[in-house]
């Protein structure tokens, strides 16, 4: 199962505090928005998501089709297939995507811990 890139998605306080701290870690903005209290930030290949208000808790979240510059991927295993795959394997969906559907979609899985794993497709 090739899940594509990966990343930590925090659910923050203020967004701007959170930038300048990871700013200092060495963390530039990559991608997102900081006025509608989103950013996406790199430090090399390490990617980061900031948002504010957006959920409650961190995540794990993965994008089927990109790869760490969010560049599409010529070959990849698409969201529905992949929650297929998991289905399969006994893990239930908290969040499915429409599997008639063909492009972006999500879904939602959740371990045993109680962590939230976002499977977000964009292409």
Do not use: C
């Not at 990343?7 to 928005?33: C, M, P, Q």
């Not at 998501?49 to 969010?70: R, V």
């Amino acid at each position: 199962m090739k899940l594509g890139a990966f990343s930590i998605s925090l659910a923050v306080k203020d967004i701007a505090a959170s930038r300048a701290f990871y700013e200092k870690l060495g963390f530039t903005a990559f991608g997102g928005n900081q006025d509608q209290r989103w950013l996406i930030m790199k430090n090399e290949t390490t990617l980061i998501g900031l948002f504010q208000g957006m959920f409650e808790k961190n995540m794990l979240t993965f994008n089927p089709g990109w790869d760490s510059d969010a560049k599409a991927l010529e070959s990849f295993d698409d969201v529905r297939e992949i929650q297929k795959q998991l289905k399969a394997a006994g893990v239930a969906p908290a969040a499915e995507a429409d599997e008639s559907t063909k492009g972006p979609a999500h879904i939602v899985v959740v371990d045993p811990d109680g962590n939230q794993i976002l499977i977000d497709q964009h292409v």
